[in-house]
Nanobody
């Protein structure tokens, strides 16, 4: 089992940067691909970014590529999402997630997810 706890969400202005963190725990977390999803009011959940603890190339949704970066810190079991040049359309609840493979993650699935953290970008 994997436990995920997000933090860092808050109200920011368009153009600002924000860094979300996800504390990861559990006996098997290193087996999973880690990532972030987001869900805006009235919209479906949307894949944002994913990466592996060791090796591989991170994957990003087209809407965030070049602005967001995912980091996986094995030393302290943390997954971070650095968000730059934020836009009002980035407003959503952001969820940290774990999936057994990258395809599952990028297709919108997961095995575990956190409780979410709210990011609001004002124009």
């Amino acid at each position: 089992q994997v436990q995920l706890v997000e933090s860092g969400g808050r109200l920011v202005q368009a153009g600002d940067s924000l860094r979300l963190s996800c504390a990861v725990s559990g006996p098997t977390f290193s087996r999973y691909v880690m990532g972030w999803f987001r869900q805006a009011p009235g919209k479906e959940r949307e894949f944002v970014a994913a990466g592996r603890w060791v090796g591989g190339t991170p994957s990003y949704a087209r809407a965030v590529e070049g602005r967001f970066t995912i980091y996986l810190y094995g030393a302290n079991n943390t997954v971070a999402l650095q968000m730059n040049s934020l836009k009002p359309e980035d407003t959503a609840v952001y969820y940290c997630a774990a999936a057994l493979n990258l395809l599952t993650m990028t297709s919108g699935g997961d095995n575990y997810r956190g409780q979410g953290t709210q990011v609001t970008v004002s124009s």
